[in-house]
């Protein structure tokens, strides 16, 4: 059982990342003038983030639906969504508008305020953060009687 939650919620988090990544990529395509601005936070400009953040999200979705690791995936959601957590407390932090940008600047095509885009940003971070850790801890948590099954079965063929 835990399994086939797992596996569903990690096909949930690859359809989020593939979304928020081609958006991402998308939107770096554009000729907005806040794309050159620096961000914030960081160094680069909104487009360079925006196009190292697609293929950083791109390619752990593909990993995602691909991949075989199930530990593995779960770890790398939640190294991605505790960096987007880390990243939004720091815009916070600077008083920065408490505005995702996660679609880029796609939200001018969309017909939702950009407060619904805030509030399904938040949600989503949400549950990849929540989704990953739980996850794990479940994991971690089922691996002593992993092991102590492992060893009797070990006994028995000796």
Request: contains cysteine; aromatic residues 10%; proline residues 3%.
């Amino acid at each position: 059982m835990n399994n086939r939650i797992q596996a569903c919620f990690v096909q949930s988090a690859a359809v989020i990342l593939f979304i928020t990544g081609a958006a991402k990529f998308i939107s770096a395509l554009g000729a907005a003038e806040s794309l050159d601005q620096p961000d914030s936070l960081l160094i680069l400009t909104h487009r360079h983030i925006f196009f190292l953040m697609s293929g950083l999200e791109l390619g752990l979705s593909a990993y995602l639906l691909m991949g075989g690791n199930t530990k593995l995936k779960l770890a790398l959601l939640a190294w991605l969504a505790t960096n987007f957590l880390v990243f939004r407390i720091g815009l916070w932090w600077m008083g920065a508008p408490n505005l995702c940008n996660c679609l880029g600047n796609l939200d001018q095509f969309l017909p939702l305020s950009p407060g619904i885009l805030n509030f399904g940003a938040f949600a989503a971070l949400g549950w990849l953060l929540i989704g990953s850790y739980a996850l794990m801890i479940i994991e971690w948590r089922n691996r002593p009687a992993e092991v102590c099954a492992e060893l009797v079965l070990q006994k028995d063929k000796a």
